[in-house]
């Protein structure tokens, strides 16, 4: 008996600190991927072969590098834009660190970008997702430390992680990147699975009927589902609208049996 209890603990330590690696590798790289580049989210459309400005989602930040509505975009980080896979399925300029700008006058200017420039899309996409990330790491490892063989703890613990992941892959997935959509649309679900599990458990712990599928793994199959999704919306990017449109009714489907159970 002795010796089964100390190979479930292995086990657990052995999940937990897995959990945590890939917790640490995604999301230190997230945050890399939103650092890498400012946020910019500049409407654009296609006018006789030139891509115009039409509306600069930061304005403030655009009246003082001199953007209007009706400038030519050239380049993006000194990339022709008509060569930027993106352009074609979003007509927006998510994220550039360099502007290369053809005014109506006919100067062409060159436009150098960082994170200081626009302290908005810095504190919302950045600092405060990076405190987040760090401050849920601590706690996670703190109630693991305090509780290791409690079932319910460990599926807080989950719920956690997977909330900060979703948190911090926003400013990644913004911007495009392929895992940082991955990471956005499987852990937006996953959280809200482990909360059922854990609410399912706690509920048997205080012996009350469970109402909805005792066979809690049908649930862990929606974020698989989400995952897949995305990844055919990366090949095929003509279809992000939809399956972006599917996996946010698929959240509060989640969210609805949570709430009315």
């Known amino acids: 008996m002795h010796e089964k209890s100390n190979l479930a603990k292995l086990k657990n330590f052995k999940y937990y600190w897995l959990a945590i690696s890939v917790y640490l590798l995604l ?20 006018e006789n072969g030139q891509w115009l400005i039409i509306d600069p989602y930061y304005k403030e930040w655009a009246n003082k590098q001199d953007i209007e509505a009706g400038d030519i975009v050239l380049e993006v980080d000194h990339t022709q834009i008509n060569d930027l896979p993106s352009i074609m399925y979003d007509s927006v300029i998510l994220s550039a660190k360099v502007l290369t700008i053809l ?44 509780q290791k063989k409690d079932v319910l703890l460990n599926l807080l613990n989950m719920f956690i992680l997977t909330v900060s992941l979703a948190y911090v892959s926003i400013g990644a997935s913004s ?3 392929n895992i940082g959509i991955i990471v956005n649309s499987g852990s937006l679900l996953l959280c809200l699975v ?3 599990h854990f609410l399912r458990n706690y509920f048997s712990f205080l012996e009350i009927k469970w109402a909805l599928f005792k066979k809690i793994q049908v649930f862990y199959t929606i974020p698989l589902i989400a995952v897949i999704l995305s990844i055919f919306s990366i ?8 399956i972006s449109n599917t996996i946010l009714w698929l959240f509060f489907v989640l969210l609805i049996l949570i709430i009315v159970h």
């Open 27 to 46: 999301g230190l790289y997230l945050l890399y991927v939103t650092y890498s580049a400012p946020f910019l989210s500049i409407e654009i459309d296609d």
């Open 103 to 146: 005014k109506a006058d006919g100067r062409t200017i060159e436009i150098q970008i960082n994170h200081l420039d626009i302290p908005q899309q810095l504190y919302y996409l950045l600092i405060v997702p990076a405190c987040y990330y760090f401050l849920t790491l601590i706690i996670s490892i703190y109630l693991y430390c305090k």
């Open 235 to 242: 090949i095929y990017p003509f279809a992000r609208p939809i």
């Open 194 to 196: 482990f909360l059922i």
């Open 175 to 177: 911007k495009l990147n």
